[in-house]
Each structure stands twice: as structure tokens, then as C-alpha cells.
């Protein structure tokens, strides 16, 4: 049976002028990431022609991009076979932010916090052995410009500066692989700007904890570094799960 779905206008990751190619790709993402294909469809490319009004080359390549990403399998004989989510590339920035997309956004934020309060506070402590003076000094006036933009509840400006903030400690760190987490990182962040899952003006304790961090890896204090981020993943989850159960309820904004 061949699946249709009604998802409407694409999400805001594909802006008209990036094109046909990316329009197609992220409402097929999208609707693929919400489950409003469910995983065991079946798609056809004349389906898919016909609904978006593209040429088969660019479904061709859409499909190609999404089997990279584990969403779907092109088999002979029954078509373009939608893969459960235990077959997706969970780790892709694209995959991330169609999942943040979508109703089973706090289970996607739930799983991140989880990566990164087991990464992010190692990574510190490392920082804490392995980083520069000038990048530690750099790090510390950060965390400054960090705790300035969210007293003055300079969303965009706080929101740029805590994700240049936690790639500085992972690139810190001197692991190759932690390091590449800085892009799932900055997803994260920035979903949790888009969808309202951050105060507008941040908890005090928050910054304060990004400046404990700093301030401890400039120091070189390494246990101290570890302990003052998982504050920060602690404190980070918990405002999170807040405010998205006042979302939730009746009337809620």
C-alpha cells in the first residue's frame, strides 16, 4: 500500500531559496521524523513527482539523501520502504533537527542532555589539562559575555555566544571525537531557543555555573571543571522539562 501523508508547508530549516532539492528533502524528513509516514510505508517516485511537483531527478537525489540518513530503503520489485527509527542516522544534525520538529521533541531532548551530561563534563576536565593560556583567558571573558547577554535577556546574542561557549570546551578537550559533538550541541541549543524551552532570561544559577566551568579550566582544577558541567547539563534538562509541562497544560502557552 503506498503511504500519503498531509503534513503542510516545510519547517523553517528550508528556506525558498535553497531550492527545490532542499524544500522536498525537509518536508519528507519532517514528515518521516513525526511518523507522519510511518515507518513500513511504502513510497513511489511517481507519488512523490506528482505531490510535489518536481522533476524524478530531484526525487531521485532527495531519496538518495534520506537513505544515507537511514530514514528510507529503496527496494526492487516494492518501492521506497520508510525505516523505523532504530535504522536512522540519530547522530546527523539534519535528522536532530527534524525530531526536534516533531511531537516527540522532549524524548530527542531527553536523549541529547543524556549524550552530553556523560560527554560535555570529561570533556571539561580534560580542557582543564590540555587547553592554552590564551583560549582558557578567551574562554573565561566568554562565559563574561555569556553572563551580560542573559541578565540583559539578549536571547539571539546568548544563544550565539552558549553555543561558541560549549564548541570552545569540546575543541578544548584535545578528543577529535568529542570535539565533532558540537554540531549535535548547537542543534540542541538552538531548538531549545526555537521551540521556547528557554527562559528568556536564564536561571542565575545557569550562568553561573558556565562561569564556574571557565574559570576552573583556566585554573587547571579539572574535578572542579567536571562537576560545575554537570550543573550546567543538570540545570539545563531540568529547565527544559519545566517549561515544557507548563506548555502541556490546558491553556498553556
Known amino acids: 500500500m503506498i503511504q500519503s501523508f498531509s503534513r503542510g508547508a516545510p519547517t523553517r530549516h528550508a528556506p525558498a531559496e535553497a531550492g527545490l532539492h532542499a524544500r522536498v528533502l525537509d518536508h519528507l524528513g519532517t514528515a518521516v521524523c513525526s511518523g507522519d509516514v510511518a515507518a513500513g510505508s511504502v513510497l513511489s517516485i511517481e507519488d512523490l513527482v506528482d505531490r510535489y511537483q518536481v522533476s524524478r531527478s530531484v526525487i531521485r537525489e532527495v531519496l538518495r539523501v534520506l537513505a544515507s540518513m537511514g530514514l528510507v530503503e529503496t527496494r526492487r520489485r516494492v518501492g521506497i520502504m520508510i525505516q523505523p527509527a532504530r535504522a536512522w542516522k540519530v547522530?546527523?544534525?539534519?535528522?536532530?533537527?527534524?525530531?526536534?520538529?516533531?511531537?516527540?521533541?522532549?524524548?530527542?531532548?531527553?536523549?541529547?542532555?543524556e549524550l552530553r551530561t556523560a560527554i560535555e563534563p570529561h570533556?571539561?576536565?580534560?580542557?582543564?589539562?590540555?587547553?592554552?593560556?590564551?583560549?582558557?583567558?578567551?574562554?573565561?571573558?566568554?562565559?563574561?559575555?555569556?553572563?551580560?547577554?542573559?541578565?540583559?535577556?539578549?536571547?539571539?546574542?546568548?544563544?550565539?555566544?552558549?553555543?561558541?561557549?560549549?564548541?570552545r570546551v569540546l575543541a578544548a578537550s584535545g578528543n577529535e571525537m568529542f570535539a565533532e559533538l558540537q554540531l549535535i550541541v548547537a542543534e540542541v541549543l538552538a531548538g531549545r531557543h526555537h521551540y521556547h524551552l528557554m527562559p528568556h532570561y536564564p536561571d542565575e544559577r545557569a550562568l553561573q555555573l558556565h562561569t564556574d566551568v571557565a574559570q576552573a579550566i583556566q585554573r587547571r582544577d579539572g574535578e572542579r571543571a567536571r562537576?560545575?558541567?554537570?550543573?550546567?547539563?543538570?540545570?539545563?534538562?531540568?529547565?527544559?522539562?519545566?517549561?515544557?509541562?507548563r506548555i502541556a497544560e490546558p491553556g498553556g502557552a
Open 123 to 167: 570533556a571539561a576536565m580534560l580542557a582543564a589539562e590540555r587547553i592554552d593560556d590564551d583560549e582558557a583567558s578567551e574562554l573565561v571573558g566568554l562565559g563574561a559575555k555569556l553572563w551580560a547577554a542573559g541578565k540583559a535577556g539578549d536571547e539571539a546574542r546568548f544563544l550565539s555566544l552558549d553555543i561558541d561557549f560549549h564548541r
Open 91 to 113: 547522530f546527523d544534525p539534519q535528522v536532530i533537527r527534524w525530531r526536534l520538529a516533531s511531537d516527540g521533541r522532549m524524548a530527542q531532548m531527553r536523549s541529547i542532555s
Open 227 to 245: 562537576k560545575a558541567m554537570v550543573g550546567v547539563m543538570e540545570q539545563g534538562f531540568a529547565e527544559m522539562k519545566s517549561m515544557w509541562e
